[in-house]
């Protein structure tokens, strides 16, 4: 496997890139999806809504959880996920610069 060039980005530009990997996956979609419908879940809750396996559900929050769009709390024998509101506010920030940088030029290219 070839070394990544990632250390000659900005920590900002990492990190939303990592965001955005996260995103990446339909069914990472339908899981924020379900969180945001329902504020706060168990894993067993998810698994019951999505087409997929226990293990693969588990994956997919785990990448997730790793790229700070989600939190998950141990409550006993399960875990609760919900939104990681903080992880969604880079993006939200990002898109809003970007939204901004539009309104204020006109690109005459392409």
């Keep these: 496997m070839g070394a990544t060039k990632s250390d000659q980005f900005t920590k900002g530009?990492?990190?939303l890139a990592s965001l955005?990997?996260?995103?990446?996956?339909p069914a990472r979609i339908a899981?924020?999806?379900?969180?945001?419908?329902?504020?706060?879940?168990?894993?067993?809750d998810i698994v019951g809504v999505l087409p997929l396996a226990q293990p693969t559900v588990s994956q997919h929050l785990k990448e997730l959880k790793n790229a700070g769009l989600i939190?998950?709390?141990?409550?006993?024998?399960a875990i609760c996920y919900c939104i990681d509101e903080e992880g969604f506010e880079k993006i939200?920030?990002?898109?809003?610069?970007?939204?901004v940088s539009l309104s204020k030029k006109k690109f005459d290219c392409c």
Excluded: P, R
Excluded at 20 to 25: D, F, R, V
Excluded at 71 to 77: A, D, F, P, S, V
Excluded at 92 to 99: R, Y
């Design 92 to 99: 939200k920030s990002f898109f809003d610069h970007i939204t």
């Design 13 to 15: 530009q990492n990190d």
């Design 31 to 44: 899981i924020i999806e379900y969180l945001l419908k329902v504020d706060s879940c168990i894993c067993g």
């Design 20 to 25: 955005a990997k996260a995103l990446g996956h």
């Design 71 to 77: 939190k998950g709390n141990i409550e006993g024998t």
